[in-house]
């Protein structure tokens, strides 16, 4: 994401805790339309989290870890060709693509989207005993209105 700050976190304005988790959860809704494939995702929920060296009360990120279980095995990498075709479609910039550092070498994806101050990775973990996307979103740092504190979950 651009605007970065000193520690390459980017504002995301102002907002109450509850109204960036439903942004939040309208992202991964978005994401999961993009994979366009037969699948189910878990039941992970957004949560709350700080932002490093700021004031706990008044700045918060929000993060959803969640996955993707494509109905056959042969749709996972079918699901990853897509999401990667449709992201910058949706403003979504792809800024690492490629095998990871672990034994299995999967394929991870990170993307910004720069108008909504989120990131994304997502990591194809094929050799699963259950094969997914993982995916792992995170907001930038949001300061709550005035007069009002961070909700923790």
Not at 47 to 61: E, L, P
Not at 62 to 88: M, N, V
Not at 115 to 138: A, C, E, G, T, W
């Amino acid at each position: 994401m651009t605007d970065n700050k000193k520690d390459g976190v980017p504002s995301a304005g102002t907002s109450s805790t509850r109204d960036a988790l439903d942004e939040m959860k309208k992202t991964s809704s978005g994401l999961y339309a993009m994979i366009g494939v037969k699948g189910k995702a878990s039941d992970n929920f957004p949560g709350v989290t700080r932002c490093s060296g700021k004031d706990r009360d008044t700045y918060f990120r929000i993060y959803h870890p969640w996955s993707f279980y494509p109905t056959s095995k042969g749709d996972l990498d079918e699901a990853l060709r897509r999401l990667k075709a449709e992201l910058p479609k949706h403003g979504w910039e792809i800024v690492e693509y490629g095998p990871d550092t672990s034994r299995n070498k999967n394929i991870s994806l990170t993307a910004d989207n720069d108008k909504k101050k989120v990131s994304v990775n997502v990591v194809q973990m094929k050799k699963n005993d259950r094969p997914k996307l993982s995916f792992h979103l995170v907001s930038g740092c949001y300061k709550v209105p005035d007069g009002e504190k961070v909700d923790r979950y």
